[in-house]
C-alpha cells in the first residue's frame, strides 16, 4: 500500500516538473530535455517506491519541490556543414555535377558565373574525384579537385565572395606489380586484375611491333606488369607509366621495357629492339570516327569537300595523345582548327591535332614528345560544330588516311646506349619476378 503511495506520488511530481517545462520559454529541443529529465526522475523514484518491504521496514515519504531547469544551449543547426565526394563524368556538366554535391541552384549559378571559377572547373577531366563543403541549405563554402597537371584545385566562399587556388601536390611514388591469365579479353582482364585502364592501354602500345595484346592474345596466355602510381597523403591520385612487361603467348615469352635515354625514349625489348609501332592509328583512349579521309558534304549539306584527316567524336576534356615521338612544331591558335598542336616526327612525318578545348601543361613549340603523352584535350574550338577531335597524318607533306596507311615500325635503339639499356632490365625484371613470386595467390588465378 505504502509503495503504492510513493509511486503516485512521484508521477504527480513527474508531471508537475514537466507542466513546469513547459511554461518556460524556451525551444521545442529544450523543452524535450527538460521532458526527458523529468521522466528520468519518475524512473528513479519509481524504483525506490518498488522495492520489497521484506528486507525490512522503510521509512519514506515524497518530497515534492519545484525544480528550476536553465536553458540548454543547442547549437543553431543552420551552422552545420557536410562533406559530399562525387566522380566527374564523361557528359557530366559543371551544374550536374554540383547539383550532386548538394549545391543550390543559386550557389552553383553564382560558381559557373565567376570567371576564375570556371576556368578552373574547365581542368576537370573526366574521373576525377571532386570533394565540397556544403552547408545545411545548399551553400557551397569549399570545392576541391586535383588537376591533370598534379594540382590541387580549390574553389572557396568567404564573406559572399568566391576565391580560387592552384597549389602543387606533394606526391610519392610507388612501384605496383601484377599479373593475370587471359579468360576472354585481355586488356579487360588485366583491369580486372586491378590495373588501372590508362596502365592497361599501355600494354599495347608496349609490344605494338610483336603482339596484339588486344585482340591477339588467346585463352590461358599470361600477363605481367610493373608500373607506376602516384598517391597524396595516402590517396591515390594517377597511375603512370608501364615500366616494364611480359606476355606468354603460344608458348614464347616477349618481354618490353620503358628506356628513357633523352633523345631516345619508348619500349624496347632488352636486347634494345623497339616494340612499338612508330605511330598509333588513333589519338584517343576511346573514341568513334565521326567522319572518315577523303570526301564529304560541307556543314550547309550543298557541295562536296576533301576531308583530310579523321574526326574522332569524344566528349570535352578527354585526354589527346601523341601518335609517334616528335617534337612540338607549332601550339596555338589557327583559324578553323582553333587550338591546334602540331607535331614533328622522323621520317619527314607530320601530325596535326585540332578543335582542342585546351593544351598540356608544358607543351609548347620545341617540347619534345613521347608516343602516348598527353597534349592536349578534346574541345570544340574554331569552327567545330561539336565536341571532337580532328587529327591529320602527313608524309612529306602528302596527306595520308591515319586508319590505312602503313605505318613505320620504331627505331632500335642506338648502340652507344645498349649498355645502359640491358643494366635497366636487369634490374626492372628482376623486381617483377620477385614482386610476382612474394604475391602469387594475390596476383595470379
Not at 60 to 81: F, N, Q
Amino acid at each position: 500500500m505504502q509503495k503504492n503511495i510513493l509511486l503516485t506520488k512521484a508521477l504527480e511530481a513527474s508531471a508537475t516538473a514537466v507542466a513546469a517545462v513547459d511554461r518556460l520559454s524556451l525551444s521545442p529541443r529544450q523543452k524535450l530535455v527538460g521532458a526527458v529529465a523529468g521522466v528520468f526522475l519518475t524512473a528513479v523514484v519509481g524504483a525506490i517506491a518498488t522495492v520489497d518491504g521484506s528486507a525490512g521496514a522503510v521509512n519514506a515519504h515524497a518530497v515534492v519541490e519545484k525544480i528550476r531547469i536553465d536553458p540548454v544551449t543547442l547549437g543553431d543547426a543552420g551552422d552545420s556543414t557536410f562533406w559530399y565526394e562525387e566522380r566527374f563524368g564523361r557528359g557530366d556538366t559543371f551544374g550536374s555535377l554540383l547539383a550532386r554535391l548538394q549545391v543550390s541552384n543559386i550557389d552553383a549559378s553564382r560558381v559557373v558565373g565567376d570567371a576564375a571559377a570556371s576556368r578552373l572547373l574547365r581542368k576537370l577531366r573526366p574521373g576525377t574525384s571532386v570533394r565540397a563543403e556544403v552547408s545545411r541549405v545548399g551553400e557551397l563554402q569549399q570545392l576541391e579537385f586535383i588537376t591533370a597537371d598534379d594540382r590541387l584545385g580549390r574553389i572557396a566562399r568567404a564573406d559572399g565572395r568566391i576565391s580560387t587556388s592552384e597549389r602543387i601536390l606533394q606526391m610519392t611514388r610507388e612501384v605496383v606489380a601484377r599479373s593475370t591469365v587471359v579468360r576472354s579479353r585481355a586488356l579487360a582482364d588485366v583491369q580486372n586484375a586491378g590495373v588501372p585502364a590508362s596502365v592497361a592501354l599501355q600494354f599495347s602500345q608496349a609490344f605494338g611491333s610483336a603482339i596484339d595484346v588486344g585482340a591477339g592474345l588467346v585463352r590461358g596466355d599470361r600477363i605481367a606488369g610493373l608500373y607506376e602510381v602516384f598517391y597524396h597523403e595516402g590517396q591515390l591520385v594517377r597511375a603512370g607509366r608501364l615500366l616494364a612487361a611480359e606476355v606468354t603467348h603460344g608458348g614464347q615469352t616477349h618481354r618490353a621495357l620503358w628506356f628513357d635515354g633523352g633523345s631516345t625514349r619508348g619500349y624496347f625489348n632488352p636486347q634494345g629492339e623497339s616494340t612499338q609501332v612508330g605511330f598509333r592509328r588513333v589519338p584517343l583512349d576511346f573514341a568513334k570516327v565521326n567522319s572518315g579521309f577523303g570526301s564529304r558534304l560541307d556543314a550547309s549539306g550543298q557541295q562536296w569537300v576533301t576531308h583530310k584527316g579523321i574526326d574522332f567524336g569524344a566528349p570535352i576534356g578527354t585526354p589527346v595523345r601523341a601518335t609517334g615521338d616528335g617534337v612540338v612544331d607549332y601550339a596555338g591558335w589557327q583559324s578553323g582548327y582553333g587550338n591546334v598542336v602540331v607535331l614533328r616526327h622522323s621520317g619527314d612525318y607530320t601530325t596535326l591535332y585540332a578543335h582542342l578545348s585546351q593544351f598540356s601543361p608544358g607543351t609548347r613549340t620545341g617540347l619534345r614528345i613521347g608516343q602516348g603523352d598527353t597534349i592536349g584535350f578534346v574541345g570544340q574550338t574554331g569552327w567545330a560544330t561539336g565536341p571532337h577531335l580532328h587529327y591529320e597524318l602527313r608524309h612529306h607533306g602528302v596527306y595520308m588516311n591515319p586508319m590505312s596507311a602503313s605505318l613505320p615500325s620504331g627505331a632500335n635503339l642506338p648502340a652507344r646506349q645498349q649498355a645502359q639499356l640491358q643494366a635497366q632490365a636487369k634490374a626492372l625484371f628482376a623486381q617483377l619476378e620477385a614482386s610476382l613470386q612474394s604475391t602469387a595467390v594475390a596476383l595470379v588465378d
